[in-house]
């Protein structure tokens, strides 16, 4: 495949699903909560504007009320929200130190190889494109998995559980040109409560651990202790 | 039709009011009226759907089957008795400084709210909207498994929240994938409805499905307890109120199997062979195995029987991904008794562990003598759910066992072994709490046993005979599934 032949949307959305990638990785080495927070706002962004591209290029209406959605939820609401609460718990001047970031990464790399080889049957149905762009979604999933179980922090989980959300959005543009309207705003919607929730929960776990380290959660085992 | 969205208007507004009024004295008889009232609307749509077919609404928004009418209705039913019980169960936690009036109108709105995400889960025809009303039913019950704000009721709810909203992720790519691979046939505005899917199951990408199945079955499968995605599930049910324990092992672990189903009966048909069952298959089984295991291992009288539940929801997942008539109509029987008997169980456990005092099961003792009723509605209940006769659960792994010899003979020692070693779990944990002297101080308390009566009645009646329009029901259920009949 030459990228310079092909169209100039198919180009525009390949750079994109890099970049969305690369965010990914970024946020996977990052110690930094507010820094974290700002990796994932730009990742929004990304989306929003790949969002408008698909809706303008494709001459479909319906996904700029997504694009909107997107913005409002992924760049300004859920940063916003998770920002505060980081102010409020004074933890920006913490630096998490992950444990081996090496391994971390390279599992990271890993699991994008990973994404390629389990999606590669797709290619006799479709394009090399899709093929790219699906694999840098679910690669966009597993990051966010990789995200929560390498950090502490409860603020790093919400951003690797809404990065998960950002991925499975990027596959429902790039594949299928957005899903039917309905779904989308029931998926907008799940979104907005469970940025809410978040919100309460981080009130409550303070409350009741004074931290919002999650390793501090620990009474509760499988079997007896 | 009418009656799918009264259905649906119904628990919506119940959300609204109970939001503003949950707090008032008596609440809890209204809740167990708009139960009571929606336990109608779905007799009402049951008989219709018994009469005329499948139904199908206007913008084929809805879809109402004999395989999903039959679950609504025992969504309702339980849901009903359920809303018994919490009524007095409720107030006696208020008595006891447990729970403050804003607390309480939170139960009470989003246990409709659950109800309306299990109704809209179950009767819907698009497969997107029922991803959504899945989510919605964990943000539903999530705030309710920390209701009483202990340290560990946050941590349970928090492992609650953050791994089902994972898993459930995982079903969303899955179902993207479905809708790529749909959407190339043509018509993508409705390539997400079943009926469109089911019509065009053949013309589906078999690649692209057995891929989208692995995602959809590990996010429902999450919500189904299926080990190793199981976590979640006995902190969620031991940590919250327990009528919410009853609803979620009674409903909400059922309708996600439902989902499972479903998407089984669409790769099914497109690649024609037998992957996704033997995928069903192998998770169902650990899941039943370890379960089993891990039920001798538990302190917490909740945890034991939600790893009970585990147990079962495995065996269950084995069955329906054995396929064939005769396993697919034990399974569909497994369903209903398991939720009658479980949430009869889950009552039982409330009023058990009120009277004690704590939920430690060592601290447990003299049952029968404290309180006759509650001790030896325990014991029935857990002999039926061990699945000794006469009671379904004896007949419906029967027929399990029985489908597994005809089939796949090499497995049944292992599942013969799984319910030995589930009934020993058990039983050596229930035997000491029900007999035994009582400790000092131990008195009767408020109870309402009917709903766990007519529970563990119907599951007794479903072991001595299957009514035959239940049967025929299932026989038609059976036919849909497994696409031959019994």
Known sequence: MNIESQDFYTQAILSMSALVGLTSFLMLGQGRLLRLIFVFAIQGLLLTLTTSLAAFSLDNPHLYISAVLTFALKVIFIPWMLQKQVLAMNLHRDVEALKNNTAVMLGGASLMVFSYYVLQPIIHTSSMIMLNALAVSLSVVLLGLMLMISHRQAVAHVVGFMSIENGLFFAAIVATNGMPMVVELGVAFDVLVAAILFGIFFLHIRTSIDSLDVDMMNKLHEVDK | MIAVYLLLLLSAAGILFFGLMGHKEDIGKLNTRINGVSLLITIWLAISVFNNGTILSGGKAFLIDS??????????????????????????????????????????????????????????????????????????????????????????????????GVGIAQALFGT??????????????????????????????????????????????????????????????????????????????????????????????????????????????????????????????????????????????????????????????????????????????????????????????????????????????????????????????????LATMHNYPWLTPLLLLGIGIAFAGLFRHIQPIVYGEKPEGQSAIKANLIPVMVHLGFALWLGLAIPSFLSDWFSQATLLISGSAL
């Open chain 2, 67 to 164: 395989f999903n009418v039959y679950l609504i209705v025992l969504t309702a039913f339980v849901g009903f008795t359920t809303s018994l019980f919490s009524a007095p169960y409720m107030a006696h936690e208020k008595e006891l400084g447990k729970l403050t009036d804003s607390r309480l109108k939170l139960y009470y709105s989003m246990y409709q709210g659950f109800m309306l995400a299990m109704y809209l889960v179950l009767t819907t025809n698009n497969m997107g909207i029922m991803w959504v009303a899945m989510e919605g039913a964990t943000l539903a019950t999530v705030l309710l498994v920390s209701l009483y704000r202990t340290p560990e009721s946050i941590e349970a709810a928090w492992k609650y929240f953050i791994l089902c």
């Open chain 2, 176 to 401: 993207i994938l479905l809708y790529y691979a749909a959407s190339q046939i043509g018509d993508s505005e409705n390539a997400l409805l079943w009926t469109v899917l089911y019509e065009h199951a053949t013309q589906l990408n078999p690649d692209i499905l057995e891929i989208a199945f692995v995602f959809l079955l590990i996010g429902y499968g999450t919500k189904i307890g299926l080990v190793p995605l199981h976590n979640w599930l006995p902190d969620a049910h031991s940590e919250g109120p327990t009528p919410m324990s009853a609803v979620l092992s009674g409903l909400l672990l059922n309708d996600a199997l439902y989902a499972v189903v479903r998407n089984k009966m669409l790769v099914d048909g497109a690649t024609q062979s037998h992957i996704a069952g033997y995928l069903m298959m192998g998770f169902g089984l650990v899941s039943f195995l370890v379960a089993a295991l891990f039920l001798h291992r538990q302190k917490d009288i909740k945890r034991l029987f939600s790893y009970s539940s585990i147990e079962h929801m495995g065996l269950m997942t084995f069955a329906f991904g054995m396929g064939g008539s005769l396993a697919t109509f034990a399974a569909l029987l497994h369903m209903t008794v398991h939720s009658l008997v479980k949430s009869a169980i889950f009552v039982t456990v409330g009023h058990t562990a009120q009277i004690a005092g704590t939920q430690k099961m060592a601290q447990i003792r003299g049952l029968i003598k404290t309180q006759p009723k509650v001790g030896w509605g325990l014991l029935i209940g857990t002999v039926a759910i061990a699945g000794f006769p006469p009671f379904g659960v004896f007949t419906s792994e029967f027929l399990v066992l």
